[in-house]
């Protein structure tokens, strides 16, 4: 047992849990055909921590670790497919108005785990909740930003109609992304939750563990297993955890421990391919980056392929500064951007940014941040400018790049892309990393969203994100497949984009 494990506190956790295995196993998930689904055991499943900062509040969560969190014991009336498509969950229909701008929600019979059955009024109070003014840090206040609460009422227990102050076609799309779960309705203390979710809650510890139970009355059937145990570790401590039999499950994991581990027999790689997004932000307000000349000098000088090759050993694909690649909306016709020193050169002897230094902000936050940027330094290196590596608190850092540095690194997982924008890209956007404010582009994009008819509003996506590849501060430089490790115990994990339904479910599991 390692030295990671004890410096994270893992082992306090891990340590005489012992896994509950079951004889027999079924088809699919991480490792092939086996016999069918046996229910029982402990599974531990363990995510990038974020320490101090996990929350148990739904609606305030931007980890992994606290998104896994959530789905065990709460649902949202919509989650996304692995195409990124809007899936009925708690919602199990919806219809709009012709103009898209008033929406009827029809509630799957689900009942909360103190018994309580779920109405229209939970859905209200919930996004009530969310949209708060009061508290800003709720992460879905500005992609739910359009709903009319005032005009949105319950029709019967199990009908909610919901208004928008403007048309949107995406409408169910935005109740899937993170931060929208149903609550009860008066909920208050999130220290006690109580969800409609497949497992009940038992215990937590920020930076450490959740416990939870299976419930079963859950609506979409029992979960498998009797015990699901959320765990937070470094990716050293998570390797370490799945390779020692203290974790079953490990969730984005490095490409080197990838090939590692597909050499032996113990663990199991699941791969979403090229399902996120790496990049470097620059922000558009701040020098060099305010000058345009200079952020089409630095996609220019980035060198892709040898980034994918090097930083994600060859598991995933060369970006084009541009989110989403293969997702729905995304401009497959643009050439791709390739690099070229002479003329990244020139540009930037015209913005006499050359033998100068400039800072890009950096952590280990995410796999491959550091050395992504490390790398980069020696790309741009090549053009006479010196790009100083700096890196900041893993734990804090998504909160950090907001403010600090001209340039970071930046990942996103998976999402429509119209969400992507909303999130990231409008001027209110709550993480706008790349300070990308237009007027012109916000109308252009609510534009773009009232068109019911899905070609029109596919072209228009398309003209809005090639300014985006031109003019923006994302020079997104690869698609990483999306890694997921489990014992070859694990039966039932799905390879699928982050943020999707399947993704760090764990219902749905089973262990051989």
Known sequence: MSDALNRRGFLGLAGGLGLAVVAGCGSGGASGSVAGPKAGGRLRAVFAGGGAKEVLDPHVQSLFVDIARHKAIYEKLVELGPDLKPLPRLAEKWEPDAQAATWRFTLRDATFHDGKQLTSEDVLYSLARIADPNTPERVAQSSLAALDLKRCKAIGKRTVELVLTAPNAEFPALLAGIGTQIVRDGFKDPAKPVGTGAFKFVSFEAGRSLVANRYDDYWDGAAKIEELQILSADAE????????????????????????????????????????????????????????????????????????????????????????????????????????????????????????????????????????????????????????????????????????????????????????????????????????????????????????????????????????????????????????????????????????????????????
């Open 237 to 512: 401590a998570r390797a370490n955890a799945l390779q020692g039999g203290q974790a079953e499950y490990a969730n984005e994991m490095t490409a080197t421990f990838a090939r590692t581990a597909e050499a032996g027999k113990t663990v199991k790689i699941v791969a979403a391919k090229g399902s996120t997004t790496q990049a470097f932000v620059m922000k558009v307000d701040q020098p060099p980056f305010d000058n345009p000349d200079v952020r089409m000098a630095f996609k220019l000088l980035a060198d892709r392929q040898r980034l994918v090759d090097v930083v994600l050993a060859g598991r995933g694909v060369v970006g084009n500064d541009l989110f989403g690649k293969g997702f729905q909306y995304y401009p497959a016709d643009l050439p791709q951007r390739e690099r070229n020193v002479d003329e990244a050169k020139a540009l930037l002897k015209k913005a006499g940014l050359l033998n100068k230094e400039v800072e890009i902000f950096t952590s280990d936050a995410s796999a491959g941040f550091v050395e992504a940027a490390t790398l980069f330094a020696e790309q741009v290196g090549e053009a006479g400018v010196k790009l100083k590596v700096t890196t900041g608190s893993a734990q804090t850092y998504a909160k950090d790049l907001l403010t600090k540095g001209a340039i970071g690194s930046h990942r996103s997982g998976a999402m429509p892309i119209p969400q992507y924008v909303t999130d990231r890209l409008l001027s209110k956007s709550p993480f706008n990393v790349t300070h990308w404010r237009r007027p012109a582009f916000d109308a252009a994009f609510a534009a773009a969203q009232v068109q019911t008819d899905e070609a029109a509003r596919a072209a228009k996506y398309g003209e809005l994100q090639k300014t985006l590849r031109d003019q923006g501060g994302i020079l997104a430089w690869g698609h990483p497949d999306f890694l997921v490790a489990v014992s070859a115990k694990v039966q039932g994990v799905q390879a699928v984009p982050p943020n999707t339904l399947d993704s760090g479910r764990f219902d749905k599991v089973w262990l051989a």
